[in-house]
């Protein structure tokens, strides 16, 4: 399983997931959905955080979140993400990579003055089981997700 710990993204990495052909969708098990459980059952979402700089000095003003499943099929998030709508489970996982998005922020301590972005699928934002504004909440500590 992947670590929860926070990383940078490096470039070569980026450009390695940017170009990598999305042929991975069709080769899921057969049993995507018990793999898609097993995600959520155990928590196995991570984030790996990309630096947000400011273009006139170059400082790094934040990190935006980007979610990884564990390694294995379903580690990619496109291919995470193409499961969950699959299987009607959208705006679970949403929650769950908004969760260890904010849990890796908090381990390492971000905070002011620096900015957390955290991507939301639109389909997810709203659902029944998200109250508005617990996400910025939780990464203020007001709150869980």
Known sequence: MTS???RLVPP???QARAESPSDQLRALPSDELDLLDQVLSKNAISSVYQPVVELDTGAVVGYEALARGPEGALERPDVLFAAARRGRRLAELDRACRGAAI????AVG??????????VEPGAAYDAFTPLGLTSASF??????
């Open 103 to 106: 849990a890796g922020a908090n």
């Open 12 to 14: 070569h990495e980026q």
């Open 110 to 119: 971000m905070g002011d003055p620096l900015t957390l972005f955290v991507n």
């Open 4 to 6: 929860l710990a926070p």
């Open 140 to 145: 203020a500590g007001d709150g869980g997700d």
